[in-house]
Each structure stands twice: as structure tokens, then as C-alpha cells.
């Protein structure tokens, strides 16, 4: 695995590796006018249609309307069919041959390798050396599909995915304050209703642009926008009030504003009593954290923070919406439910235009954490450790309850377990080279595994050090559903023929479980997955039961939970846009107050490493960056990575914009160019993460782990900065 180079296989005239002879893609066949779909990326999965156009390719259009982006799309959508036809396409499996290079090969003999490599593993090491790593982009059949595939075929507890890094704190937080973690419990349609929004740690602008309208149309109604990020965002550049915490302290806000609420006498105390519970334990942990004390542990002023209780408790209704700021933190479980103690002890959640939500990331991030491919879950958002569920599903799948392995280890564990406990990995729409924390050491675990198995579109990094890489469908050459940020499950529509030698992510697990002994259970016709995922998910949580193809497309996206009708209902469940606004989720229907404290960051800064480091994303990439990187527009307006500072920083160590600077961690050293704002604090850097090489910000990040979610602590760790000799 160690030589990444390519060559072309001697034994036959095949096309050029990623030279597609294919001219573009091209349309169905028969079809002729607009498909209406789904972007590839985001979790907001704006609405767009691609229409055939002459030469067999196709056009994004507007899609007015879908409700959710009313036709607006960033460039990141707008730009998408050019992954379709970039001559980075892989269009054959490649195998690792004798020399250590990837050579094209047959299907057959790619998906032998790989059967017969992860038997030999199993037979040698045991079910749990065999690893699986699925991605949050994945549809809910893939990662129904590959959970079942991990749990039934391989017998293998150790399978989770990327979507580890992205939400999971807030599903933490989510499901033990309200009993269910849904993102959104509510439409993004309601945003622009409410009084008030603190936005933490979240940047639309440039994550996904056009859900910005809605808090643009909030402001025109009368209503106010808080921003809390470090950085002066072009988010926050919108706000009404913009408060910039040091990285890693938003938990310590959080508990400031709610000691102002009580101090203030603001606590709706009628709400408290019927709806709540546990509020006397966290009302007392809030109270001692003093004004003061908060101001000197986050760098936000007193006054400030009165501010933003006055503009969030005087409105009638207000929310509280969270991303990957306060997530990616090795307490993000506990920042996050911080927010939702405030939320819960001004009467915000469970009420009309009023409640806490999560901005989930990636485009299937909901989905793909409820349908099995997470470490700890069955699909429905059922609990692998209980009985009930795993007897239900082990019915679903014609299998013995007492069969399915028990919960695995979390996303990056898994990965630091690489050549060591685990042997052999599938990986499968994920590139963890980029995007897991403490990426170099990722990188070298990678390299260790016996076996190593990639499914993709192009060589990503991680494919790269592949010893079979399969070449996949693409969004729109594949039908499939997602779940969109808002909880609304969508049907994605297959609009043109996938290349020649390109096959699904659904035939290849098919392919894999046949060589290993089991025959039925794995079609490759998404619409009888997902009719399977239907009875699968019933009586769970995440209830898609009465959810079908046919009412997908007909009504253009169904929330969830939406339970089949029983007998003695008349008309089929109409879906549940809005949650909690009778009873929570929990036992006793009230939401639970946690009583959280603030801590330090796992990193601190130091003599040694005096600085804070913080990434994210830029408009014009995409997470791990392997689609985006392939598009010219979006390489033209995002080429490379940088490293954002302050002048007063800048000065401190003579660097002029463009400089290279080289940040050092713990874990490795990244060196960008220097990009100087006043819009940063003069203690935190911040570099996007979408580069693999030396600019690559997660060779720096800090791989702490939150205790309840096992998110890494992306969102904060110390460094230097240097400058280098040009
Ligand atoms: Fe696609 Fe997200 Fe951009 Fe919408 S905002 S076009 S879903 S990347």
C-alpha cells in the first residue's frame, strides 16, 4: 500500500486511468425533459433539475419549486455535473499489483480480492479485525445496506463513519435533553417566524448560502440575529449582535447567559415546572458562573452579554441553532446542552417558532445516523445495546438476535485501531487522509492495515493507498433518499447513465455478500432496500414506515417519524414537520435539564504552543474536498489552503499577507499563506480543512474525544506560527 503511483496494466489495451474517453454525462435513456433532484452536498439538499442538453450532458436549472431553497443554489450545486465528467473519473476497479502500483481490473477479479482478503483476515484474526467506514454523504439504502452488510455478512462490530466528526455531539445533547435527536425539529420555514436567533458556531453563509435568506427575511421581520464565532464571519458580518468567544469556551457562554436569565428574573417558570425537569441541578451549576467570571474565561464583555439576553428572552419566541463550533469539541456534548439549558429555561423548545436545532453538515448527515451504519445503532435510530430492537431488526433480517455483534468503536478509534486490532477496512464514501483529526497519524494507520478496500468516484487520498479501489455511481446516476437537515426524507433521482464500468455502491455490497456465503438479502433496486429499511425502522425513533417512493415523489419529501397507517387509520400519517410541541420524547414527556459545568479545552496554550487553532470550511469546497477540488470554477475561487490571523498576530511575527506560515501542533506542521483580517481574535488562527499535503489543517487538529459522542475536538487545539523562508 505504500506506492501510490498508477501505471497501465500491461496485460491489456484498457483506457488511460482517469482519462474517461466518456464525453460527459449523458441522459437516461428516453429522457428528454428536467429531472427534478437533489444537490450531492450539503444537508440543506437544495432542490435542482438537470435537464438533458445537446451532446448527451446535462444542465443544472433552478427548481422553484422545491420549498427549501426556492430554486437558489450555491456554486457547489450549481457546479456538481462537472464531477460527472472530469477526467479524474475512475471508470475500472483497480488492484494493487506485484509493483506496488494500482492497475485497471475486471470486476469480478476486484471483488474476489476483496472477499477472499477479508476472509483470510476473519479466519486469522477474528470477525472484529474486519472494519468498515461509511460516509455521511451516503443515501439511507447505502448506509442501511453497508450497516446490515458489516453486521450479517462480516459479523463485525467494528463499523462507523464520518458522520462522527460532524453532528454527533448535538445528537448526544439532542436525545438526552429531548429523548430524539432530530437536527431541525422543525422547518427551516419557521426561522424567519421567530423573535430571535442565536446562531453558535455556524457560518451559512459560506456552508450553505442559501439558507441564509432565511435569516435575512428573519431581520426584515422585525426579528434579531446573534452570532457566536470567533471569527467575524460573513455570517456574522449579517448579525445584530456578533459575539466572539475564544475558541472552546461557547459552553462557558452558554452557562453566563443562563446566570443572567435567572439573575434577571427571566426564567419562565410556569413552562419549567409542566414541561421540564432536573432544573434546580442546572440552574445551581449555571450560578456559579458569574458574568464576570464568563468574561474572563470567553473574552465576550458583560455588557455584551446582557445584550444578548435582552434580544434573546424579549421576543415572544426565539431559537437557539447549533453546527460544528460548539460540536467539535472534546465537551461538545455538554456546550451543546448548555444551549439547551437555555433554551428550555426561557420556555423555547417544544413551542410554536421556538426551539433548539442543529444545522447538520453533510448531505445525508441526518439519515446516515439512523440507519445502522454508526457503531451503536440499528436502523430506525434504534440502540444496538437494546433487546427489543435488535430482536426486531435481527426479524427483518432473517437473522438470530443473539448473532448481531454488540456496539463497535467510535469513528476515530477505529481508525487509530488500523493494524493493530483491525487488519482489513472497506471504506466507503469517506476520505478519512483529509478529513479525520490527527490525519498524518490517520494516514500512517492506513498504511498498516493488511487490507484495504475503497469505494469511490476518483483516487481520492484515501483510495490512493487502496489495494482494490472501486469506481462508483454518482448522485445523479443512482436513485436513492436522503434526510435532510430539516428531518425531511427526500428522493434523489437517478437523471443519466452512469460510464461504462462504473457500478453502485448497492451492487457492490451485493457483489461482496454473495462471495461471502450470503446469497439473498443485499438487492441492488434502491426503491426494495429502501421498502426493507421501511419495516426495519418501524416502531423506532426514526419511523420511515410510512414513507414509500411513490409518496416521495408525489409530495416532494415526507418528515419523519411517519409510522404506516394502522388499521383503524383512515388516511396515511402525514409526517411530523414539528416535534415535541405536546411532549418530549422521553419517558415521562419532559425534556431533561443536564446540569454542565465549563472545563478547558484538552489543549490549552502554552509557552511552547501559544496559540489557538480552529478550521472549518470555505464556500467553494466541500469537506474532504474530492468532488470540489475537480471543479475548475470552485479551484479558481478556493485554489488552496491559507492561514487566516490577525494584523496584531501578523505583526508579531513580521508575516505580510501571502507570507507562508508554517503552524506547528503537537501532532505535525501545516504551512498555507497567510491571510491577515481584522476579522479574527488576535489569539486564533484558523485554516479550512479541504487540502490533503502540506497545507493539510487536520495533520494539526486534536483527535480529544468528547466522553458521550466521541467527537474529536476539531474546533480547537494549540499551536505556534512561524514564518518560512520563501
Ligand atoms: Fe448544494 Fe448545499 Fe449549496 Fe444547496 S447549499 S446547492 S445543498 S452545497
Redesign the pocket.
Known amino acids: 500500500m505504500q506506492n501510490t503511483g498508477i501505471r497501465q496494466d500491461p496485460g491489456g489495451p484498457r483506457p488511460a486511468l482517469g482519462a474517461s474517453t466518456d464525453p460527459g454525462p449523458r441522459a437516461a435513456p428516453g429522457a428528454s425533459t428536467a429531472t427534478p433532484t437533489?444537490?450531492?452536498?450539503?444537508?440543506?439538499?437544495?432542490g435542482?433539475n438537470l435537464t438533458p442538453v445537446g451532446g448527451g450532458t446535462v444542465a443544472v436549472s433552478e427548481r422553484a419549486d422545491f420549498p427549501v431553497?426556492r430554486g437558489a443554489?450555491?456554486?457547489?450545486?450549481?457546479t456538481?455535473p462537472e464531477v460527472l465528467a472530469s477526467g479524474a473519473r475512475l471508470t475500472s476497479p483497480l488492484v494493487r499489483s506485484d509493483d506496488g502500483t494500482l492497475v485497471p481490473a475486471g470486476w469480478d477479479e476486484a471483488l474476489d480480492r476483496i472477499a477472499r482478503n477479508l476472509l483470510l483476515t476473519r479466519t486469522e484474526y477474528g470477525a472484529d479485525a474486519l472494519g468498515v467506514f461509511g460516509g455521511g454523504g451516503l443515501t439511507n439504502e447505502k448506509a442501511y445496506a453497508l450497516g446490515k452488510f458489516a453486521r450479517v455478512v462480516l459479523g463485525t462490530s467494528q463499523i462507523d463513519y464520518n458522520g462522527r466528526f460532524c453532528m454527533s455531539s448535538a445528537a448526544a445533547a439532542g436525545t438526552r435533553a429531548f429523548g430524539l435527536d432530530r437536527g431541525l425539529p422543525f422547518p427551516l420555514e419557521d426561522v424567519p417566524r421567530t423573535g430571535c436567533v442565536i446562531l453558535v458556531g455556524s457560518n451559512p453563509a459560506e456552508t450553505?448560502?442559501?439558507?441564509l435568506r432565511y435569516f435575512t427575511e428573519l431581520r426584515e421581520n422585525g426579528g434579531t440575529l446573534i452570532v457566536v464565532d470567533p471569527r467575524r464571519t460573513r455570517t456574522a458580518e449579517q448579525a445584530d449582535l456578533h459575539l466572539a468567544p475564544r475558541p472552546g469556551t461557547d459552553l462557558a457562554l452558554a452557562l453566563g447567559l443562563l446566570h443572567l436569565v435567572v439573575a434577571e428574573g427571566r426564567v419562565d417558570e410556569a413552562y419549567v415546572e409542566e414541561r421540564t425537569s432536573g432544573w434546580e441541578e442546572a440552574r445551581a451549576a449555571a450560578m456559579a458562573h458569574w458574568p464576570e467570571y464568563v468574561e474572563r474565561i470567553t473574552g465576550v464583555s458583560v455588557p455584551e452579554l446582557r445584550e444578548a439576553v435582552r434580544l434573546f428572552c424579549t421576543p415572544e419566541a426565539a431559537m437557539v441553532l447549533t453546527a460544528r463550533g460548539p460540536e467539535q469539541q472534546a465537551k461538545g456534548t455538554d456546550t451543546v446542552g448548555a444551549w439547551i439549558n437555555l433554551c428550555l429555561a426561557t420556555g423555547r423548545a417544544g413551542r410554536p417558532r421556538s426551539g433548539y436545532g442543529c444545522l447538520t453538515g453533510q448531505?445525508n448527515g441526518q439519515g446516515g445516523r439512523e440507519h445502522g451504519q454508526k457503531a451503536d445503532q440499528l436502523p430506525g435510530y434504534r440502540r444496538l445495546t437494546d433487546p427489543a430492537a435488535r430482536r426486531h431488526v435481527a426479524g427483518v433480517w432473517g437473522v438470530d438476535p443473539d448473532s448481531l455483534p454488540g456496539p463497535g468503536r467510535s469513528a476515530y478509534e477505529l481508525l487509530d485501531a488500523l493494524g493493530t486490532d483491525i487488519r482489513s477496512l472497506l471504506v466507503m464514501g469517506s476520505n478519512p487522509v483529509v478529513s479525520a483529526p490527527r490525519a498524518a497519524h490517520v494516514e500512517g494507520r492506513l498504511r498498516s492495515l493488511d487490507f484495504l478496500a475503497v469505494c469511490d468516484v476518483v483516487l481520492s487520498e484515501t483510495a490512493a493507498l487502496a489495494d482494490v479501489v472501486l469506481p462508483v455511481t454518482q448522485w445523479a446516476e443512482e436513485t436513492g433518499t436522503t434526510t435532510s437537515l430539516e428531518g425531511r426524507v427526500l428522493l434523489r433521482r437517478r437523471a443519466i447513465t452512469p460510464p461504462d464500468g462504473v457500478r453502485g455502491d448497492l451492487e457492490v455490497l451485493h457483489g461482496l455478500a454473495v462471495r461471502l456465503g450470503v446469497e439473498r438479502g443485499f438487492p441492488t433496486d434502491p426503491e426494495e432496500v429502501f421498502e426493507e429499511l421501511r419495516r426495519a425502522s418501524a416502531g423506532g425513533p426514526a419511523d420511515y414506515s410510512g414513507i414509500d417512493y411513490r409518496r416521495l415523489a408525489e409530495e416532494d419529501g415526507v418528515f419523519w417519524p411517519c409510522p404506516a397507517p394502522g388499521d383503524e387509520d383512515a388516511v396515511p400519517h402525514p409526517g411530523t414537520p414539528r416535534l415535541f410541541l405536546d411532549r418530549f420524547a422521553t419517558d415521562d414527556g419532559r425534556a431533561r435539564f443536564v446540569p454542565v459545568a465549563h472545563r478547558p479545552s484538552a489543549e490549552e496554550p502554552d509557552a511552547e504552543y501559544p496559540v489557538l487553532l480552529t478550521t472549518g470550511r470555505v464556500v467553494a469546497q466541500?469537506q474532504s474536498g474530492a468532488q470540489t477540488r475537480r471543479v475548475a470554477e470552485l479551484n479558481a475561487a478556493a485554489p488552496g489552503p491559507f492561514v487566516q490571523l490577525h494584523p496584531r498576530l501578523a505583526a508579531r511575527l513580521g508575516a505580510a499577507e501571502g507570507d507562508p506560515l508554517a503552524v506547528v501542533s503537537r501532532r505535525g506542521r501545516a504551512v498555507a499563506p497567510a491571510r491577515i483580517t481584522a476579522g479574527i481574535r488576535p489569539d486564533t488562527v484558523f485554516m479550512p480543512f479541504h487540502w490533503p499535503g502540506e497545507g493539510r489543517a487536520n495533520t494539526l487538529t486534536n483527535p480529544a474525544l468528547d466522553p458521550t459522542s466521541r467527537m474529536p475536538e476539531f474546533k480547537v487545539c494549540a499551536v505556534r506560527v512561524e514564518t518560512v523562508p520563501r
Open positions: 437533489h444537490c450531492p452536498y450539503c444537508a440543506l439538499q437544495c435542482m431553497n443554489l450555491c456554486g457547489k450545486g450549481r456538481a450553505m448560502p442559501p439558507s448531505g466541500y
